[in-house]
C-alpha cells in the first residue's frame, strides 16, 4: 500500500509541475495579447494561449484521477514568465515571440524530462508522448512563423 501512496504522489508531483508549466504558458500568452491587439499574429497568439488552457484542463484531470489536488497557480514560474514576458513587451512584438519561443522549449524539456520518470504511469507517458509533446513542438513551428511575419 505505501509503495502505491509514494507512487502517487510521485506521480501527481510531476503531473501538477506539468500543470504549474502550462498555467505559466497561458498567464505568457496572456500578457503578451495585448501587444498583438489588433495585429495580424494576435489570431496565432490567441490559439496557442487557447492549446495552452486546454492542457492546463488536460492536467487537471489526470491529477484528480490520480488523487491529488491540482496546483492551482503556476507559482515560481508564474514569476519568472511573468518578468521576462513583461520585459520583452517593453521591448516590443518580435522580442515578446523570442520570449514565448523560449517558454516552449522549456514545455519541451519540461515534457522529455518526465518521459524518463518510470513511476509515470503508462496513459500519463502516452499523452505526453502522442499529444503535449508534439503540440510544443507545433507550438515552436507556429510561433517562426509569427516571428517571421513581425520581421
Known amino acids: 500500500m505505501t509503495t502505491v501512496v509514494k507512487t502517487n504522489v510521485k506521480v501527481i508531483k510531476t ?34 494561449r487557447d492549446d495552452h488552457w486546454k492542457v492546463v484542463d488536460l492536467l487537471q484531470q489526470h491529477v484528480i484521477e490520480h488523487g491529488g489536488q491540482p496546483a492551482l497557480s503556476s507559482k515560481p514560474w508564474g514569476f519568472l514568465t511573468a518578468a521576462v514576458t513583461g520585459a520583452a513587451k517593453l521591448i516590443g512584438r518580435h522580442t515578446t515571440l523570442k520570449a514565448l519561443m523560449l517558454g516552449e522549449e522549456h514545455g519541451i524539456h519540461t515534457y ?33 512563423m509569427l516571428l517571421a511575419s513581425t520581421s
Open 15 to 48: 503531473l501538477n509541475s506539468l500543470l504549474r508549466g502550462e498555467c505559466s504558458a497561458v498567464e505568457s500568452y496572456e500578457q503578451a495579447l495585448p501587444l498583438f491587439k489588433g495585429q495580424p499574429q494576435e489570431s496565432g497568439i490567441l490559439r496557442l
Open 112 to 144: 522529455e524530462n518526465a518521459l524518463e520518470n518510470d513511476k509515470l504511469p503508462e496513459e500519463c507517458q502516452q499523452i505526453i508522448a502522442d499529444y503535449l509533446l508534439p503540440q510544443a513542438f507545433r507550438h515552436q513551428d507556429n510561433l517562426e
